[in-house]
């Protein structure tokens, strides 16, 4: 009995210490869950002062349940949010009862049982025809809840006149509850901590873009880096360079959320233009096709035919580099969004271009990796012309010893003259072993094209939302915190072998 | 006066038009809408019933408000989403009342004044806390609804145990009538035209999978098309390929919500284990990673480097027919799903490998693809070996002669021997422009090495879902389908190239 004393204790003790957690855990990533917390207890304990207060109650009477009704359900996160379900509830409310009055002045006046038919046929043909409606996407992007409340006011109205003498008086002192209940509401989420889902929407982009230049600059280290690489492949879904993009594959739903209630919030209207909510969704759309891109980058990590190290490691200077402008202009980008400045075109194309140059550099440098299955007489035919490039010899020559192992056979079999489809396999091994890297290359090189779009849609959200002018000496500050803030970033210099160019 | 009316008319009529077509639109896509709505229009009918006929509305009473108001909000358009909604709204009203009689039992004894106080107390607590427990990842998953019904009936009832004196049967009474218009949505949905989450799942599954698979063979279709590239570059939002797997791209709240849903339904337990809707959630997961490799291969399409046609063509059969398989195997495993039957693993495996393995044989038959560069001596070098290579001949010279009109400047530039870096850029050009190729072919392969990991799951969803065993014949009847469904589909023979082999 003791003992299932203790180990109930400790069963109780161990799932409140989880709970509490989660709980505090929720609270941690976003302190703003709290104050909506405590904004919401205050709300319903003003809205109950409408029944505990002696004189408040005599003007409202027992309606003041649906002002306590109309909080609970209108009070979201986000003002815009609230905005939207608060005057989707008044417009719903009051088209509901026009309608529901129109219906009741035309049937009035016939018999009871005749009434009775016509309430049940209105309430069936607005039922239908009101759920219908909520299935046409623009009606459902934006006035869904408005649907529902003027479905439920309609039908209250109706069926209410059946019965009530007086429905014009509880439909109107209703309303003037309802419309204490959202004024607290939207009270509460404009003027108190406001939470602003446009302002939420802006620092989303920005993270998206931290996001993407952190996993670009993950996967490049991780594909040249010296570990052995398949280790962590089961759990390839909790890795690092995935949790950085994962967000911004699944970011459609959230934000068109997010645009939707910005639309509602007026605070942007303020100091310029609109506030640009279809160019942060545009952004979101070039981010997320960005995104995939990276994806498919990250893939080239997980394939089962890897291209050698040796040969990796020859391209792994300008990669690296590619890969760290790349990330530095994304940084650019999302600092340049958090601050509300353009961006300074100019910084980010020089140094990209110059990588993007030296990659192709690289590149075009290296045709021998495709000639390891040339004869030896044809080997050294090529060797004089190898003697003059010494800018490039030390790839060549660390090439050659990377594929002396393999070669040994090779030339051994070939050496009996007798070319036959099997050996024309091996000799030819190298190229599809060179598929991975070429893919990976080509797929970096994919990304500063999909980069460019990213730009162009950045310069045109700077544009839009009249973001402050680039002044120089912005960047200076901010490359500081770039810097700081990727610390598993590595920025290599000028590859030796480039210099002499 | 005349004239502006007959615009008036004009723009009316165009407006009743487009409204017309797009309410047409909403049905005709999935008529289940228009069902749904009739649905909805009877129970309203029947709840109102309560409130019409006179024996009901004396035993409701006034009441009957509350279930009109519950069948209005909890009658949605899945079983699975009703039964969680109802369950939610009647599990929230149950505990709500328990803890608001908990405390008025407490409470009720003191004064007046502090009685006042203690109701704003507990409503400002338990608002807060509730609130905060809604943004709780599992709470809110499950129980969002639960908890705003939870939080709306403590506080009616709370406040209004301050004025009514026994709220003890008014509370009794309105759970009552909830339950009623609880009890027809639950058999509205659920045995009235039911529409199940559960199987909207399962389609949207094997719909998916369709979508991959026409866009796969479309984009390898495209890419070795002789039609000029780039044309309807601006609009590659709305091209057929990015409609075919924009579905799976942005799957991801789709798949968790019906799943979600699909947890509250009873059906699919009866015939076999529980209905595997985390299987389906993974099959997701996994199918949206295989779409993030498919926009990487449509990618290949849109990039401004392109390797030239001649040397694209070279592979076009083994592409094509690789991309064939997978198609495929996608659609079969379509099938499979659809049928609620097992996949044959033996046929896509077979046929895959195949295709794999003449892609491979064809990458390594064209080591010369990269050979361009070299000086003519060595070329000499070559052709005693490649008569002997009769299987490749065709190739190689078609390759040859592809090049021609390059080479002449090239070896014109050759031929004054004086090897530079510029010269070293210009005959390794093959190189880059081979790069795009390389990365389409290797893409390609990553696309089967995933099409693996749905192969794995839709076996195991097979396995889990107690699908019926595959049996020879159903695939033939099927196949049959397959290629009518796929009217795109160009199922290429083997290349004549391989015949030798």
Redesign the interface.
């Known amino acids: 009995m003791e003992a299932w004393k203790k180990r109930a204790h400790l069963y109780i003790k161990r799932f409140l210490g989880s709970l509490c957690q989660?709980?505090w855990k929720?609270?941690r990533d976003d302190p703003r869950?709290?104050i909506?917390?405590?904004k919401?207890?205050?709300?319903?304990?003003l809205v109950?002062?409408l029944?505990?207060l002696e004189p408040l109650?005599k003007g409202v009477g027992?309606n003041?349940?649906w002002a306590?009704?109309t909080v609970?359900?209108v009070l979201e996160f986000t003002a815009g949010a609230t905005l939207c379900k608060g005057l989707n509830r008044g417009l719903g409310t009051l088209l509901a009862g026009s309608l529901a009055f129109l219906f009741q002045f035309i049937a009035r006046e016939s018999g009871k049982v005749l009434y009775?038919i016509f309430?049940?046929?209105s309430?069936?043909?607005?039922?239908?025809?009101s759920?219908?409606?909520r299935?046409?996407?623009?009606v459902k992007k934006n006035y869904d809840y408005g649907v529902?409340i003027f479905?439920?006011t309609f039908?209250?109205i109706t069926?209410?006149s059946?019965?009530v003498e007086n429905v014009l008086k509880m439909a109107s002192e209703r309303l003037y509850t309802m419309a204490i209940g959202c004024g607290i509401c939207i009270l509460m989420s404009l003027f108190i901590f406001p939470i602003w889902s446009g302002q939420d929407l802006h620092n989303f982009s920005a993270s998206k873009l931290e996001g993407l230049a952190k996993s670009i600059q993950a996967c490049v280290d991780e594909y040249f880096s010296d570990r052995e690489q398949g280790v962590g492949k089961n759990e390839s879904m909790e890795d690092p360079i995935y949790e950085n993009y994962k967000a911004v594959?699944?970011s459609?739903?959230i934000d068109e959320t997010l645009a939707l209630h910005a639309s509602w919030e007026p605070r942007h209207t303020w100091h310029c233009n609109p506030f640009p909510l279809q160019q942060y969704v545009k952004l979101g759309a070039v981010l997320?096709?960005f995104g995939?891109?990276v994806?498919?980058l990250h893939?080239?990590l997980q394939?089962?035919?890897q291209t050698p190290k040796s040969v990796r490691l020859l391209f792994k200077d300008p990669c690296s580099r590619l890969a760290t402008e790349v990330s530095k202009a994304l940084l650019e980008l999302a600092n340049s969004i958090r601050n509300h400045r353009q961006c300074s075109p100019e910084i980010l194309s020089d140094h990209l271009h110059q990588a993007l140059q030296d990659l192709?550099?690289a590149?075009?440098?290296?045709?021998r990796?495709?000639?390891g299955?040339?004869?030896a007489?044809?080997m050294a035919?090529?060797k004089p012309?190898k003697h003059?490039?010494s800018?490039?010899k030390t790839e060549a020559s660390a090439l050659m010893s990377g594929w002396r192992s393999n070669r040994v056979s090779i030339e051994a079999e070939r050496r009996s003259l007798r070319?036959t489809?099997s050996k024309?396999?091996i000799?030819?091994?190298?190229?599809?072993e060179?598929?991975?890297l070429?893919?990976f290359?080509?797929?970096l090189?994919?990304v500063v094209?999909k980069l460019d779009l990213v730009i162009i849609e950045v310069e045109e959200l700077g544009r839009v939302a009249c973001f402050k002018e680039f002044e120089v000496g912005d960047d200076h500050h901010e490359m500081v915190n770039v810097v700081q803030d990727t610390s598993k970033m590595h920025i290599s210099g000028l590859p030796s072998n480039y210099t002499a160019?």
């Open positions: 989660e709980i929720a609270g869950k709290a909506h917390s405590i919401v207890g205050l709300s319903l304990t109950s002062l029944y505990l109650f027992g003041a349940v306590v009704m609970v359900v009775a309430i049940g046929a309430v069936f043909f607005i039922g239908a025809i759920t219908y409606l299935f046409i996407p623009n529902v479905l439920l039908n209250l069926i209410s059946y019965r594959l699944d459609k739903s997320r096709h995939y891109t994806v498919a893939g080239c394939t089962e035919i192709d550099t590149l075009k440098s290296q045709p990796l495709f000639l299955s040339i004869p007489n044809m035919a090529t012309e003059n490039l800018s490039v070319p489809l024309m396999a000799t030819s091994l190298e190229f599809s060179a598929l991975p070429a893919a290359a080509s797929l090189v994919e094209a160019e």
